[in-house]
């Protein structure tokens, strides 16, 4: 069968790529435009015109060029704005892109060929709040004390170029471009082989469901959006109607270039319900089948993790079964659960999870809802994820959107007092689930994390202003946000990775590496048998896992009072391995002996807030 044109283009790179000689090519799709040239700006200022494609694209091949040189798309009557797939924007969001020769980097990560999911522990950092000088070169020298935590992948919040210096990384406007007050794309590179040289996978969070509002040019060039969709976020981008074919192609070629040419391990697709589309073989989909096509030809170990709110199970399924086939996804049920039970917090959506029965439900099966009534949507919501096995599911007890999308950004660690800090770590560790951290997570950081911004239009930073305060009217929430365009906001939610050196901190992760070790240890993910026992009125919850021949009892307490809980187990010497009310742990000290004998039950009374691991060791004699 002849290729047709359409397909013939998709074999060369969008944006600029250099080819040898002082090379380069262009392309861009322009099909709102008739013509369109390409304006080399500096001391060696030119402007060539480029050629129409077929499907509306626009290109060339120039000589004479260098990395570095900049450049802008003239448009007609002399309008010019950057590459959509700009590879640098030095200037910000409304400069000139940048030439920049990716293939040149150095890679030193040759033997590396990335981790099998279920060994995956992640640590999600903001790069421009993780260190001082908030830059991703400033993460390297923490990488071997994260890798002594025992944590196996780094999720790194956006990077795409957005408006200003300060911001989440959701508002980015150039896909292709990595944040230039972040250190541009060698940083990123340099990262990367840095992590993989230390044991660590990188999952970089990619936002396909819509786009910034400031630097936003896209819509000048092409017909990326629809009117026929409205998503909270801005204008929704068409994935299912006329012209949806380059859309697609944009982005699934913005997945494969960070995979290629930065190596990254796994993308984390930022809130997926807000990619709309309702055609027969939907874009998720198809984005990965090309994921897969990609680690099946190179080899590697390559994830793509959702971010959903919508409980269904179409989005891990295969595409075979008519799924989407995605590997894993965020459950945020675990977060609520577990957070109504250690803050009593019940407002917003918070109101669905009264009691520790919905904790247990996620825990079985990965989230609570599956189709039952919900209160705060005011409709059934979900469906079964009971065929998924738990290595699936990606949880958590902070995140930047539970933390920061408080209206002080406060954490966990200025919420519950120590003993819930150390239970929250246990119910995430020590779940049947990837656990992933939150940065500072580890040695309770006191730091909030807010919702900070940079934008340079008055009526948007008015608008985020008033949105913000209307976001936090469903919580009844009384304190007063602080201004996000406010540089002192952005300054707050840096970190103080010095407290991680004093007390209670320094106890405190020490307490998180010992589970993470435990975990590593004794309760691997993949084929791990686990039977869930809730005692309602008691507030607590038993873990019993089975590995193999080796079995192990997690008990829970989240009540306020002691609880003393039998529980059936198998005849033998149970061992105590890890107990949070130890006093090593700063806790207030334990009746729970280190060994019990056990025929047919095992009583053990818990202290208030904590939980006790307990290990058979050996089978009792009749």
Known sequence: MEIGPQHRIEQVALGATSLSGGRWRFLVWAANLDKLALHIVGSRDRLLDLQPECCGYHGGVFEGLDPGQQYYYRLPGGRELPDPASRFQPAGVHGPSELVDLASFRWTDQEWSGLPLHDYIFYELHAGTYTPEGTLDAVTPHLEELRELGVTALEIMPVAQFPGSRNWGYDGVYPFAVQDSYGGPFALQRLVDAAHRHGLAIVLDVVYNHIGPEGNYIAEYAPYFTDRYRIPW????????AHSEEVRRFFIENALYWLDLF???????DAIHGIIDTSAVPFL????????????????????????DLNDARVLRSREQGGYGLEAQWSDDFHHALHVLLTGEDSGYYADFTDIGCLATVLEQGWCFSGQFSKFRQRRHGNSPRELSRDRFVVCSQNHDQVGNRPTGDRLSQIVDLEKLKLAAGAVLLSPFLPLLFMGEEYAETAPFLFFTSHSDPELIAAVRRGRRKEF????????????QAERTFLRSKLNQNLSHQEPHRAIRSFYREIIRFRRDHIPVKGLKVEVIAFELLKSLVLRCQDGSHRTLVLFNFGDIESTLAVGCEPGVWHKAIDSADSRWRGPGSAVPQEIESRRELVVRL???SFAVFQREGVLKE
């Open 234 to 241: 801005g204008r929704s981008f068409n994935f299912d109607g």
């Open 473 to 484: 009217a469903a919580f009844k929430w009384a304190s007063e946000p602080p201004d996000p």
């Open 263 to 269: 190596h990254l391990d796994a993308l984390r697709l």
């Open 285 to 308: 989909a198809e984005l990965g089948a090309a994921v897969q096509a990609m680690a099946d030809r190179t080899g590697r170990k390559i994830h793509l993790i959702a971010e959903s």
């Open 607 to 609: 202290q208030a807030t």
